[in-house]
């Protein structure tokens, strides 16, 4: 692993608490399973996100329906909240502040019409939920910071996996398993939402696995700079990474597989961004179109050689792999 150590414009601190059972007594509601083990927490998470501490020092609560759930993570102060079994939602659920959802095992999954509506809030954790289906997005993002979403499989949203937009900013999205999707990751809302954006959208990527995702893994705009660091991107049908609207994109240590497009500036009508793209590797892929210059990133990090990638993050990526 190379380290890369940058001055830091604002310290950013790697978060103590992460969503562990051990931090609280489990209350168990009606219908949970007391004999299962609760989940085993993940590291704290790398890059702009590193400050988040989701529901730590709060009670944790298992649920295993709709309602338990919604409930839970509309509730007022910090909480942890472990979900074991399928969550049926019917429209987009609202997630307060101080929250961190996890799923039990591979248990943990929300499914039906509705996804999960991260809106005007901060310190979120979603980690080790199976999502799918929403008929909007699996998980929106939008009006907030601190979010960390880690270790998480997405899949079949009628709009996007996981859009975030609008003055988001602080969010680590890491080891999630994005599949069977055309539109995948947007950052950035429209192209005329500068005037919110354009101090925002700084978000790290990092050990996701990009699996037939077909474009917008991730599509920026205005975020300067975004980070997407050491992902597997395989049989990616249009496009890997946008950066447009004046976006910089720093593209590091990434295994590129069967992607004609890994990266490109501009799209669609949009304008172009930024791209710095080092140390990438290429299987039966195009090399990418960079250009211009990007923020340095404010923490320190190491980089994985990419050649590696590949089986580090399929090994480990999605649920059931804390």
Do not use: C
Not at 75 to 81: A, C, H, M, T
Not at 95 to 113: C, E, F, L, P, Q
Not at 207 to 214: H, K, P
Request: charge should be negative; charged fraction near 20%; hydrophobic fraction near 35%.
């Amino acid at each position: 692993m190379r380290t890369h150590r940058r001055k830091p414009r604002t310290t950013l601190m790697v978060a103590a608490a992460t969503a562990t059972a051990a931090a609280t007594a489990a209350l168990l509601v009606p219908g949970a399973m007391a004999d299962e083990p609760a989940p085993a927490a993940a590291a704290s998470p790398l890059g702009f996100g590193a400050g988040t501490t989701g529901g730590a020092g709060g009670p944790t609560v298992r649920v295993s329906d709709a309602a338990a759930f919604t409930a839970a993570v509309q509730s007022d102060g910090p909480r942890i909240v472990e979900v074991n079994g399928t969550i049926q939602l019917g429209d987009m659920t609202k997630v307060a502040s101080d929250k961190t959802i996890v799923g039990v095992g591979t248990n943990g999954r929300i499914s039906g019409g509705g996804g999960l509506n991260i809106s005007e809030v901060s310190n979120v954790i979603v980690q080790n939920m199976t999502i799918s289906g929403s008929d909007d997005d699996n998980v929106n993002v939008q009006y907030a910071t601190d979010v960390w979403l880690d270790h998480n499989t997405l899949t079949d949203a009628s709009d996007g996996n996981l859009d975030i937009k609008r003055a988001s900013d602080a969010i680590t999205v890491s080891w999630n398993h994005f599949h069977g999707q055309d539109k995948n990751a947007l950052l950035g809302h429209s192209d005329d939402n500068a005037g919110e954006d354009a101090d925002a959208l700084h978000v790290t990527y990092a050990f996701n696995w990009f699996d037939g995702t077909n474009q917008r893994n991730p599509r920026v705009r205005f975020g300067n700079p975004v980070h997407v660091l050491n992902n597997y991107y395989d049989d990616i049908g249009s496009y890997g990474v946008a950066s447009t609207e004046d976006a910089g994109v720093l593209i590091e240590g990434n295994y590129f597989e069967n992607t004609e497009d890994p990266f490109h500036l501009g799209e669609a009508s949009s304008g172009p961004g930024t791209i710095e793209a080092r140390d990438n590797h290429f299987v039966s892929s195009g090399t990418g179109e960079a250009g211009g210059s990007v923020a340095d990133i404010p923490y320190d990090y190491d980089v994985q050689p990419a050649a590696g990638v590949k089986g580090t993050v399929t090994g480990g990526a999605g649920v059931g792999n804390l």
